[in-house]
């Protein structure tokens, strides 16, 4: 089955000033995705921007999938003025996603900002047992907190304004909770996508409490298939003889979610 398919725009709802939902209805048949692989969306059938645009998959419908995004240049504004009965080709699923989990595994999710597009549908898998920590500059960029509570096990909140909930960072949330669960860690299995500082810190955390983790990294992407090599980051490479040695891997590729262990910061 090609990955190729055309979608018509069902809603493209504007959730503040900065982010939309945009659900999408399949008109052609499309491979089924996992949580954590992107689609890559044209948002102008001419050339200006030539390039689709990536976006994590937010959610699964019956009808086809819901996008999540940040309007932040051109590409974004010219989907954010696209209305209902608007037909668009994606190319997608692609990339890998987050790993399954044995039974017994305590799931503990991190989500900065945007990045909730990319762990939602994995708390939608893990419904009932996963522990969500969420994070935004301002309570106004939380979202689905209604869905979240519904379907997470504990919901904990943040923003560094302290506009909603708990002032600080998912990062702090994260060392909270190792602390207070800390007789069952090795049971603790952590995801998490967000700004790249979050995870480099969020690094630390499950490296010093021994917790196994997979990230997903954010990286600008152009062709969404591995060809360009323009979102390349570094991934720790075992070569014989060298201790430090790292390669480049494609985010688009061979992520975009990574063992934590093997990211380069």
């Known amino acids: 089955m090609s990955r190729y398919f055309r979608a018509e725009i069902s ?6 000033d900065n982010h939309n939902l945009l659900s999408l209805t399949n008109l052609d048949p499309m491979d089924e995705p996992e949580p954590g692989q992107f689609y890559m969306v044209e948002v102008n059938q001419g050339y200006d921007p030539l390039l689709k645009r990536a976006f994590s998959l937010f959610r699964r ?17 010219i989907l954010r003025n696209l209305k209902e009965g608007a037909v668009i080709r994606i190319l997608g699923p ?16 991190l989500a900065g900002g945007i ?10 898998r893990f419904a009932g047992k996963a522990y969500v920590l969420y994070g935004a500059r301002t309570g106004g960029d939380l979202f ?47 995801y998490a996508c967000g700004p790249k500082v979050m995870l480099r810190e969020a690094a630390k955390v499950v490296s010093s409490n021994c917790i196994k983790a997979w990230f997903s990294l954010e990286e600008h992407m152009a062709c969404g298939i591995g060809a360009c090599l323009g979102c390349v980051t570094k991934i720790k490479s075992a070569r014989p003889g060298e201790e430090q040695a790292f390669e480049y891997q494609r985010v688009c590729k061979e992520g975009p979610v990574f063992d934590a262990e093997d990211i380069v910061w």
């Open 11 to 16: 809603a493209n709802i504007p959730l503040n």
């Open 94 to 109: 692609l990339g890998n996603g987050y790993p399954a989990a044995p039974e017994e595994a305590i799931p503990v999710i």
């Open 144 to 190: 689905m907190i209604d869905e979240l509570r519904g379907l997470s096990k504990e919901l904990h909140l943040c923003t560094d304004d302290g506009s909603c909930s708990e002032k600080g960072n998912v990062v702090g949330l994260l060392h909270s909770l190792c602390a207070s669960r800390s007789s069952c860690l090795d049971h603790v299995k952590v």
């Open 61 to 77: 419908t019956a009808e086809g999938i819901q996008i999540l995004y940040r309007i932040q240049g051109k590409g974004t504004a």
């Open 115 to 124: 990045g909730i597009a990319s762990v939602f549908p994995l708390i939608e």
